[in-house]
């Protein structure tokens, strides 16, 4: 029995170790609300932010040749 306790102890210490040189991890649990998911808002706005700056360089180049 007491080699089951010990070796309980030892896996939590590891896994304990794991998790803390895993770099950001969270656990708080679930989270509901605006900061859930910080990172999937920033990349959605900023998803139009390029596809609108990607076509804002040929406007202007199509109007400085036709001026020409």
Not at 16 to 40: N, Q, R, W
């Amino acid at each position: 029995m007491w080699k089951i306790v010990v070796a309980f102890i030892l896996f939590a210490a590891l896994a304990m170790f794991m998790l803390s040189k895993g770099g950001d991890v969270d656990m708080s649990g679930e989270k509901h609300g605006i900061d859930a998911h910080p990172a999937a808002a920033s990349e959605a706005a900023a998803a139009p932010t390029e596809s609108a700056s990607a076509a804002a360089p040929a406007a202007p180049a199509a109007a400085s040749a036709a001026s020409n």
